[in-house]
């Protein structure tokens, strides 16, 4: 099990790469995009269509790190004050929960993948980039963040400790 629990972490670290060079990629775009504006009274028809694909990679792609990271957002006033095995009995029914809740999103967003791939759709940008490729990486985000999940169930189920923070990241601050 611990294999699968890394190669978890190994693909959300790689998610969380994709959603850096996103970030990196939307900065520069956007700056490019005021540069050109102002100075030149020209603006990219591209620029909106790959900002807004970008931005989702950044918001999705490294969510599955981030949850290992122990950065998403949890009240931790109440886990605090739970005794520890009535913590992480609440922790891992959330935990069972966001996977049918981001399951059920994961196969909507791979169901729409192989239909916009079937159907050939293009964004109604003048790039008419063709729907599925940014789907793509969404629906991989979705992915790694169901994956992330459910490594963190089993990692509670196993005892372990499930976030690799360092307590102000884990679960937040009051």
């Not at 399951?103 to 791939?117: D, E, H, K, P, V």
Request: proline share 5%.
């Amino acid at each position: 099990m611990t294999p699968l629990l890394r190669g978890i972490d190994a693909l959300c670290t790689l998610g969380a790469w994709v959603a850096a060079v996103s970030a990196a990629l939307l900065a520069l775009i956007l700056i490019v995009e005021v540069v050109v504006t102002s100075f030149f009274n020209w603006s990219q028809p591209w620029a909106v269509e790959y900002a807004i694909y970008l931005q989702c990679f950044v918001l999705f792609c490294g969510a599955g790190w981030a949850l290992r990271q122990g950065g998403h957002i949890r009240v931790a006033v109440l886990m605090q004050t739970l005794p520890p095995a009535a913590a992480r009995l609440l922790d891992m029914a959330c935990c069972v929960f966001a996977i049918g809740v981001i399951g059920f999103a994961t196969m909507t967003l791979w169901q729409q993948l192989i239909r916009s791939y079937d159907f050939a759709s293009t964004s109604y940008y003048p790039m008419a980039t063709p729907t599925w490729i940014p789907q793509l990486l969404l629906t991989l985000g979705f992915t790694l963040l169901l994956l992330g999940f459910c490594a963190r169930l089993v990692r509670l189920l196993r005892r372990e400790v499930p976030d690799l923070g360092d307590g102000m990241a884990s679960g937040g601050v009051e």
